[in-house]
């Protein structure tokens, strides 16, 4: 069974098995239950085939069993290929549009609202070669979003990855601002029983 991975950009590949491993990470995230790897992956090509996602020419290529990792790629090629020849800007853009959002709203689970509240983008080098961008949530994240939720009704988070290409050079920097709420404080904005915080 082989691996693909990501990490800084590059392709590495590791042949996996059950009596010899030099990393028993990858074995677990492989024989992960048989529904979760199934999901994931059934994720993984809805995602990608999605046709708002699919015309930005980007690739989803990993999403963690927990879903507080993603990685994506955008490859240079005939969808993606601007006048000159580079990744088209809204390419680089559509790459990490919904990401944190899903991974979001995977992790904090039914009871909260989460949307896409503002978002910037820096170009910093145009991009020749295929792009590679790392979403990445931890424990700690969640537990302060948690925290913060149950002070105020609503928060604003900001997030920022980077587009890289093969040699880890940040093509473009995205920094995504994300809206989180409480289900019961926007129901109750909804009913005009109250405001949210």
Request: overall charge positive; hydrophobic content about 35%; glycine content about 8%.
């Amino acid at each position: 069974m082989r691996v693909w991975d990501y990490e800084n950009g590059r392709k590495n590949h590791q042949c996996l098995q059950s009596s010899v491993c030099a990393n028993r990470q990858d074995v677990e995230e492989v024989r992960g239950t048989s529904e979760s790897l199934l999901t994931r992956l059934l994720l993984r090509r809805l995602y990608n085939l999605w046709p708002c996602y699919w015309g930005t020419g980007v690739r989803l290529k990993y999403i963690a069993r927990d879903f507080r990792e993603m990685r994506l790629e955008v490859p240079l090629n005939w969808r993606t290929r601007n006048y000159v020849g580079t990744i088209f800007g809204g390419s680089m853009y559509g790459a990490v549009d919904p990401v944190y959002m899903l991974m979001l709203i995977k992790n904090l689970g039914p009871g909260y609202e989460i949307w896409d509240k503002a978002a910037t983008i820096r170009f910093k080098r145009p991009g020749r070669s295929t792009l590679h961008a790392r979403f990445t949530l931890d424990q700690e994240e969640l537990r302060r979003i948690r925290e913060e939720l149950a002070q105020a009704g609503s928060i604003d988070r900001v997030y920022v990855v980077d587009l890289t290409d093969n040699e880890g050079t940040v093509c473009a920097t995205v920094e995504k601002t994300i809206h989180i709420r409480r289900k019961e404080t926007s129901d109750r904005a909804r009913k005009g029983k109250g405001k949210p915080d």
